[in-house]
C-alpha cells in the first residue's frame, strides 16, 4: 500500500459507518469468500457499508482511486462478480433488515438481504413473494436479473413483484425508482440485472400463502426417460399452484432414499404445490401413480421450504442454461441421457423447470425475454476436486448443445455465467438491449457498474 492510497484508506474510513476491510485485515478472507469456491479474487478494499452514505462515500472512493467497482449481496453468482480483483467491493451484507406491513402486504428489504431475511420475516403474517430456490440467495442480484423461484407459476417472477428500488448511482445520488418516479429506470430494474446502481433497499408486494406442500419422489435413473414424459404431460395442464421441477441428483442419505439409491444417480420429481398437502394429493394423483422407489410428502411454512434444498458452499460451480420452446420426446431422450456425464457422488443437479402460469401469462413488458419459454434445462454442476473441472464444465457444455434444437435463443442471466456478448443480449432481448442502453447512459454513462452481464452505455 502507498502513502497516498493509506492517505485515502483513513479518508474512507473517517465517518465510514460500516467497516472497511484490506488484506491486512483478519477479517478480509472470510469477507472475500464467495458460494463458488472457484473464485479466488483478492479486492484492494472490502467496504462493509452499513447505510446508504456508506455506499455513496464508497462508490465516490473507488471512482477517485481509480478502482474497479463491485456489489456484493449473496454471493452466490456463479461468476464471481461480486468480487473485483485489485478493485473495491460494495459489501451490502448488513444492510439486510427486512420491514413487513401485513395490512399493506408489502416488505421493504435491504440491498444486502437474503432469502432467509425475507422469508422468516414474512413468516408471522404468513406472507410470501417468489423468492429464489435456496434461501441464501441475495435479494438483490435474484430479483435485478427477473427471480425465478417456486412460487412463480402462481404469483409470477420476482420482478414481477416490484413496487420501488432506491438505488445509489454512479455519482453518488441516491434515487427511488418505481412506477411514478424515475419510470424508465424502475422498468430497467425489472431483469437489467446491476448495471444502474447499487440498490440498496426493495420494496415488494406479498400474499397471504399459510404453508406449501412438498413432495419430492425418486426413482433410478433409468426410468427417467418415461418420468419426465409423465411430468410434461401433467405440466401441459396443472394449476398454476403447482411448481418445482425434475432433477438427476446424487441420492441423498435420508430415510426416504432407498438404500441402493444412497449417493447414487438417481431421477427425482420435486412438487411444490402452494396450498395443503390435501390439495396437493389430489392434483398430483398422477404423478404419485408412477411407481417412485423413495417418497418425501410433507406440509411446512414456505421459509421452511426455502431452505430445505440449500447448496452447500465451498464447492467448485459451473452452471448454463437452455430455455426451450418445446420439450418432443428427442428432447427428453437427451436430456436424460446427458445425467449420466454428472459428477456424482456431488451437489450436482441435472434440472428441468417448467414455466407458464403467471410467468408466461404476464403482459408487463419487462426485459426478461426467456418468460415465454415453458421448459429450462439448468445443469448445475457442483464438485470439489480440481481434476473435476474439465468434465463438470464440458457437461454443463454439452448440456447446452444438446437441447439447442429446441431453444429459444433467450436465457435467464442467473442462471449462468459469463458465457460471452451474445448470450448477454440474449439475457435481454435485442430490442430490450438497446433500450436498456439509453438507460444505462443516464444512469452510468461511464460503465462504472461493469461486473455483470453489462450493458454498454448507448
Not at 408487463?364 to 468434465?391: F, S
Not at 434444437?405 to 432481448?429: D, K, L, M, Q
Request: glycine fraction near 12%; include cysteine.
Amino acid at each position: 500500500m502507498t502513502v497516498l492510497g493509506t492517505r485515502a484508506l483513513g479518508g474512507l474510513r473517517a465517518g465510514f459507518a460500516g467497516t472497511v476491510l484490506t488484506r491486512d485485515d483478519a477479517a478480509y478472507e472470510n469477507a472475500r469468500t464467495l458460494f463458488n469456491s472457484m473464485i479466488t479474487k483478492c479486492p484492494a478494499v472490502i467496504a462493509q457499508c452499513a447505510n446508504t452514505a456508506d455506499v455513496a462515500r464508497a462508490i465516490a472512493f473507488g471512482r477517485a482511486e481509480g478502482l474497479e467497482i463491485a456489489v456484493r449481496g449473496g454471493g452466490h453468482g456463479v461468476a464471481g462478480t461480486a468480487l473485483s480483483d485489485g478493485g473495491i467491493v460494495l459489501d451490502l451484507r448488513r444492510l439486510n433488515r427486512v420491514t413487513v406491513d401485513p395490512v399493506a402486504r408489502t416488505a421493504v428489504v435491504g440491498g444486502g438481504a437474503t432469502m432467509r431475511d425475507l422469508d422468516r420475516a414474512g413468516q408471522p403474517f404468513d406472507l410470501v413473494t417468489t423468492g429464489g430456490r435456496v434461501s441464501t440467495t441475495g435479494v438483490g442480484g435474484f430479483t435485478l436479473g427477473g427471480g425465478s423461484g417456486w412460487l412463480e407459476r402462481k404469483y409470477g417472477l420476482a420482478c414481477d413483484n416490484l413496487l420501488a428500488v432506491e438505488l445509489v448511482t454512479a455519482d453518488g445520488q441516491t434515487v427511488t425508482a418505481s412506477e411514478s418516479s424515475h419510470p424508465d429506470l424502475f422498468w430497467a430494474l425489472h431483469g437489467g440485472g446491476g448495471n444502474f446502481g447499487a440498490a440498496t433497499s426493495f420494496t415488494f408486494r406479498l400474499y397471504e400463502l399459510p404453508q406449501v406442500a412438498v413432495a419430492l419422489l425418486l426413482w433410478r435413473p433409468e426410468a427417467g426417460p418415461e418420468v419426465v414424459s409423465a411430468y410434461r404431460e401433467f405440466m401441459e395442464s396443472a394449476p398454476d399452484e403447482v411448481g418445482g421441477g425434475v432433477i438427476y441428483l446424487t441420492g441423498p442419505p435420508e430415510e426416504f432414499t432407498p438404500e441402493h439409491l444412497v449417493g447414487q444417480l438417481a431421477c427425482a420429481m420435486l412438487v411444490v404445490y402452494a396450498g395443503t398437502l390435501e390439495e396437493a394429493r389430489q392434483v398430483c394423483k398422477p404423478l404419485l401413480g408412477l411407481g417412485h422407489e423413495g417418497e418425501l410428502l410433507v406440509e411446512v411454512p414456505y421459509a421452511e421450504l426455502q431452505g430445505m434444498f440449500d447448496d452447500p458452499p465451498g464447492y467448485r460451480n459451473y452452471w448454463s442454461a437452455e430455455h426451450l420452446e418445446s420439450l418432443p420426446d428427442a428432447a427428453v431422450q437427451r436430456y436424460c441421457e446427458r445425467a449420466r456425464d454428472m459428477v456424482v457422488p456431488s451437489p450436482s443437479q441435472h434440472v428441468l423447470f417448467p414455466y407458464g402460469g403467471a410467468v408466461a401469462r404476464s403482459t408487463a413488458g419487462y426485459p426478461v425475454p426467456w418468460r415465454r419459454a415453458p421448459w429450462v434445462v439448468h445443469p448445475l454442476g457442483l464438485w470439489t476436486d480440481p481434476e473435476d473441472d474439465r468434465r463438470a464444465i464440458c457437461w454443463a457444455r454439452d448440456t447446452r448443445a444438446d437441447m439447442k434444437p429446441w431453444s429459444t435463443g433467450a436465457v435467464y442471466s442467473n442462471f449462468i455465467g459469463a458465457e460471452g456478448a451474445e448470450r448477454v443480449v440474449a439475457g435481454y432481448g435485442l430490442e430490450n438491449y438497446r433500450r436498456l442502453a439509453v438507460v444505462k447512459s443516464r444512469y452510468d454513462p461511464d460503465n462504472v457498474f461493469h461486473l455483470n452481464p453489462n450493458i454498454k452505455p448507448g
